[in-house]
């Protein structure tokens, strides 16, 4: 617990904080990266030059700070912080460089502001963040290492085939180079992929399991990453994998985790909606498979979109959850489709996503919904929820890479 001179300190330097955010962030990556290069290895450097990474640490670091008095609110945002850190490695010896860096950073933004007594308030506030972090990471790893199958760290697999899924994205299936036994996971949940790049140096990259448990092997699909806007380069790791890992090579991977999931175990009682866009086809098809394989008696929406057929990943393995006992229904749109694609029946319609469809298409009343895909494709599906009275309870999405609310993006 706090104490409350720290937490009416807090809440006191929260909107000079808040104001200061984004620079303090910056400030501390710098200074981490410069007095602790070891830890670069956990951060993906493609986020830090797009500022994706400091703009959620800044938003984190607010919503923290906002809240002081009343931390159970921020359960979702303690364990997506877990989560990740356990695949990617993070130990608790790595909390103290962190604590250190971020307090310089923000002596360095704040000048004389950043008084003793305000210091220490902070110093603490962040010590109870970490204790909490560190003791549901432990938990996370207890269960990782002791569930049949499972384990902590690296574990080598080999790719046993490699199938194109579109002009874009490739699956790779991965089976235990040791022959053991396979851990089983929720829907949803990703994979670390560590691969020793020859010429660029890395970090690990999450990769969602795009099948379901109990397959034998797990699926990653991978989207090729070509060079985008504000000239972003090509994506290493992508690439990588498309171009030089086949079957029968070996990759290193981390054990599923994430905190985007669906639990098949538990009755589901309202009907479930997923929306895809792009390649955040893959936890949502690996939550559908699930849900079908569950024989699973509750109605289900599969709305997916995509630029055309030539982008379009999964199409016969999406529409196939309509041939099951599970009352499925799925639906394609294209934005940009191909001059024979609506008279070959490879969409059902050609447009957005938008509010209308929604309405029209899926039961917004009861209905959970599950989306994902870019983010400014997650920003209007949610925008578009809002406006038809779902409930924020009722709404779950998953972001590839740093996360930041969906109105900030």
């Known amino acids: 617990m706090l104490s409350e001179q720290t937490i009416r300190i807090i809440k006191q330097v929260t909107p000079a904080v808040a104001a200061n955010a984004d620079t303090i962030t910056c400030k501390f990556y710098q200074r981490m990266f410069a007095g602790n290069p070891e830890v670069k290895a956990f951060f993906n450097q493609a986020h830090q030059q797009s500022g994706q990474q400091p703009a959620a640490l800044a938003g984190a670091i607010?919503?923290?700070?906002?809240?002081?008095?009343?931390?159970?609110?921020?359960?979702s945002e303690v364990e997506l912080i877990a989560?990740?850190?356990?695949?990617?490695?993070?130990?608790?010896?790595?909390?103290?460089?962190?604590?250190?860096?971020?307090?310089?950073?923000?002596?360095?933004?704040?000048?004389?502001?950043a008084t003793e007594e305000i210091c220490a308030a902070v110093g603490e506030a962040y010590g109870l963040l970490a204790d909490v972090c560190i003791g549901r990471e432990n938990r996370i790893y207890d269960h990782l290492e002791n569930q049949p199958g499972g384990w902590n760290g690296k574990r080598?697999?080999?790719?046993?085939?490699?199938?194109?899924?579109s002009d874009i994205v490739t699956s790779f299936y991965l089976k235990p180079a040791d022959g053991g036994a396979l851990p089983t996971f929720l829907p949803g949940q990703y994979i670390t992929v560590h691969l020793d790049h020859p010429s660029t140096p890395t970090s690990p990259r999450n990769y969602s399991l795009s099948d379901c448990a109990g397959t034998g092997y797990f699926r990653i699909s991978v989207k090729r990453e070509v060079a985008g806007p504000a000239e972003a380069p090509d994506g290493v790791i992508s690439n990588y994998l498309h171009d030089h890992v086949g079957v029968g090579d070996v990759i290193a991977l981390g054990p599923p985790c994430g905190e985007f999931t669906l639990d098949v175990q538990?009755?589901?009682?309202?009907?479930?909606?997923?929306?895809?866009?792009?390649i955040g086809v893959?936890?949502?098809?690996?939550?559908?498979?699930?849900?079908?394989?569950?024989?699973?008696?509750?109605?289900?929406y599969f709305l997916q979109a995509a630029r055309n057929s030539g982008a379009h990943a999964f199409r016969d393995e999406v529409r196939g959850l309509a041939d099951s006992e599970s009352p499925v229904v799925t639906r394609f749109l294209y934005d940009a489709p191909l001059p024979t694609d609506e008279s070959d029946g490879k969409c059902d319609d050609v447009g957005m996503v938008t509010k209308e469809y929604l309405a029209?298409?899926?039961?917004?009343?009861?209905?959970l919904y599950y989306f994902c895909g870019?983010?400014?494709?997650?920003?209007?599906?949610?925008?578009?929820?809002?406006?038809?009275?779902?409930?924020?309870?009722?709404?779950?999405?998953?972001?590839?890479?740093?996360?930041?609310?969906?109105?900030?993006?």
């Open 62 to 75: 607010c919503a923290y700070f906002a809240n002081i008095d009343n931390l159970d609110v921020l359960g």
């Open 83 to 113: 989560q990740k850190h356990c695949s990617l490695g993070v130990k608790p010896e790595h909390y103290p460089i962190v604590g250190k860096h971020l307090m310089d950073a923000i002596k360095d933004v704040m000048g004389d502001a």
């Open 156 to 165: 080598d697999f080999v790719v046993e085939r490699k199938i194109a899924e």
């Open 266 to 278: 538990s009755p589901v009682e309202r009907p479930v909606v997923f929306i895809a866009g792009g």
């Open 282 to 300: 893959t936890p949502l098809l690996s939550m559908a498979k699930a849900l079908v394989a569950a024989g699973n008696k509750t109605p289900v």
């Open 360 to 367: 029209e298409h899926t039961p917004t009343a009861d209905a």
């Open 374 to 409: 870019p983010k400014p494709f997650m920003r209007s599906i949610e925008r578009s929820l809002n406006e038809l009275g779902v409930d924020s309870d009722r709404l779950h999405c998953e972001f590839f890479g740093p996360k930041q609310p969906l109105g900030t993006v």
